[in-house]
T-cell receptor, first 114, second 114 residues
Framework: DAKTTQPPSMDCAEGRAANLPCNHS???????VYWYRQIHSQGPQYIIH???NNETNEMASLIITEDRKSSTLILPHATLRDTAVYYC???????????????FGPGTRLSVLP | KAGVTQTPRYLIKTRGQQVTLSCSPI?????VSWYQQTPGQGLQFLFE???????NKGNFPGRFSGRQFSNSRSEMNVSTLELGDSALYLC?????????????FGSGTQLSVL
């Protein structure tokens, strides 16, 4: 099962900031939070990831709470092309507790409205 | 730098047949993982290969198998196809697959089983 929970859908006006929340209350100290997005029928696209500190890149900012139990992905100026399903992911141990893999939840469907 | 390449992009098979999908990871990446995406189950982890060895696997029947070659290219095979195997199959690569690394996805192979 996924180790994260996200709202199923959100709307955002074009040009405004989109703030996508994620809860990961069982995260361990050395586990990262990853964000990906998927536009219909394409492969998931990497956005950003972080461990403890807030992170920023050309696509987005990631704000992680001090207790690391939740985070927020911020798209500073959303455009229509940002309409996609956004996944917040914490990796989990494999079936035999060996290795680790990405477990995707249902994600948040973000609709950017004109 | 070329991204993750998956071939073919689309495939149509009939029940009972077998199919082989191919994935070429990003140059220098040695970890390759496979995911299945269906409307009902979402994105599910199949298995991960590193240095030609399966290092991690998900909860899929033995009809799903894979392998990795010395150049890190990977193939996955599904035997005795069932209607429920219709899905988007995604391949992803990373340098070594350890925690903290980005995972890069290909565009996927859309398999339809008739």
């Amino acid at each position: 099962d996924a180790k994260t929970t996200q709202p199923p859908s959100m709307d955002c006006a074009e040009g405004r900031a989109a703030n996508l929340p994620c809860n990961h209350s069982t995260i361990s100290g050395n586990e990262y939070v990853y964000w990906y997005r998927q536009i219909h029928s394409q492969g998931p696209q990497y956005i950003i990831h972080g461990l403890k500190n807030n992170e920023t890149n050309e696509m987005a900012s990631l704000i992680i709470t001090e207790d690391r139990k939740s985070s927020t992905l911020i798209l500073p100026h959303a455009t229509l092309r940002d309409t996609a399903v956004y996944y917040c992911i914490v990796r989990v141990r494999g079936v035999d507790n060996y290795g680790q893999n990405f477990v995707f939840g249902p994600g948040t469907r973000l609709s950017v409205l004109p | 730098k070329a991204g993750v390449t998956q071939t073919p992009r689309y495939l149509i098979k009939t029940r009972g047949q077998q199919v082989t999908l191919s994935c070429s990871p990003i140059s220098g990446h040695r970890s390759v993982s496979w995911y299945q995406q269906t409307p009902g189950q979402g994105l599910q982890f199949l298995f991960e290969y590193f240095s030609e060895t399966q290092r991690n696997k998900g909860n899929f029947p033995g009809r799903f198998s894979g392998r990795q070659f010395s150049n890190s290219r990977s193939e996955m095979n599904v035997s005795t196809l069932e209607l429920g195997d219709s899905a988007l199959y995604l391949c992803a690569s990373s340098k070594t697959g350890v925690e903290g690394e980005k995972l890069f996805f290909g565009s996927g192979t859309q398999l339809s089983v008739l």
